[in-house]
């Protein structure tokens, strides 16, 4: 069973940044960012595999990047040039023979 606990979310004004942490209970394989505004399906924001192998949802690349430290288990997920489109929920997800989600965290832009 692993575990994920995020942290970072909050509220900024458009144009600001913010980073987001997620840290698993044990090691694991492929780490991930997706996000859930109301009314719409959870997306991919992005992607990690342990070896540092990236992919972005379209809709962010060039604005957020995505981390880890394998030695802590943890993934980042550094937003820049928020747009209030990129409003939701964002959720931690990790593969390790199956997936494993967090809890969410609310991130809010305003215009």
């Known amino acids: 069973q692993v575990q994920l606990v995020e942290s970072g979310g909050g509220l900024v004004q458009a144009g600001g940044s913010l980073r987001l942490s997620c840290a698993a209970s044990g090691s694991i394989f492929s780490m991930g960012w997706y996000r859930q505004a109301p009314g719409k399906q959870r997306e991919l924001v992005a992607g990690?595999?342990?070896?540092?192998?990236?992919n972005y949802g379209d809709s962010v690349k060039g604005r957020f990047t995505i981390s880890r430290d394998n030695a802590k288990n943890t993934v980042y997920l550094q937003m820049n040039s928020l747009k209030p489109e990129d409003t939701a929920v964002y959720y931690c997800n990790a593969e390790k023979g199956r997936i494993y989600w967090g809890q969410g965290t609310q991130v809010t832009v305003s215009s």
């Open positions: 990690i595999t342990r070896g540092g192998m990236t």
